[in-house]
């Protein structure tokens, strides 16, 4: 399995550029926001395609079934997973022909077809989704319990944020 690396000089120089006010600080929270979801990304893909077989989009689009009543509209996914209508087809196709997920017609609006989480989607989903909370919770053992609590409180605040604009 592929493994990222951030070379340690590409760290130091960067803080030491913001430190010399060379980059406005803002960078201290954008910058090691990039890296760390770069770096998650890449990895979670890598061990996603090796055990499981998924693409971190067909997880997204699993995972936001599973977390949503297991059934949405291609537009309610689209707007979940911030896919393009034609990204979102493939991966549906793909999700379908494997029997993780399948469409049916939705009883308010005919000419809507919703898409469904089958059974075998729902247990492959949680089972991915527990794999890879394991496998990058590495990232973050350095924290202690209140660092997590307050780490992932402070992103939600941006996390919310970013929907005001």
Not at 22 to 50: C, G, N, R, W, Y
Not at 77 to 95: A, E, N, P, Q
Not at 121 to 146: A, D, H, M, P, R
């Amino acid at each position: 399995m592929k493994t990222n690396r951030v070379h340690t000089d590409l760290i130091t120089n960067f803080y030491d550029k913001v430190a010399s006010k060379e980059l406005p600080d803002v960078f201290l929270m954008t910058f090691p926001i990039a890296v760390i979801q770069k770096t998650i990304f890449s990895h979670a893909e890598s061990f996603l395609k090796e055990k499981f077989d998924l693409l971190n989009s067909e997880v997204d689009v699993l995972a936001s079934l599973y977390t949503h009543g297991k059934v949405l509209s291609p537009t309610q996914l689209y707007d979940l997973t911030i896919f393009s209508s034609g990204g979102m087809t493939k991966v549906l196709k793909r999700l379908q022909e494997r029997g993780l997920v399948y469409r049916k017609e939705d009883e308010n609006d005919k000419r809507c077809m919703l898409v469904c989480l089958t059974q075998s989607g729902e247990e492959l989903v949680l089972k991915s989704l527990n794999e890879i909370s394991k496998e990058c919770s590495k990232y973050f053992e350095t924290f202690t319990q209140e660092e997590r609590e307050l780490f992932s409180t402070l992103l939600k605040k941006v996390l919310l944020n970013i929907n005001r604009f």
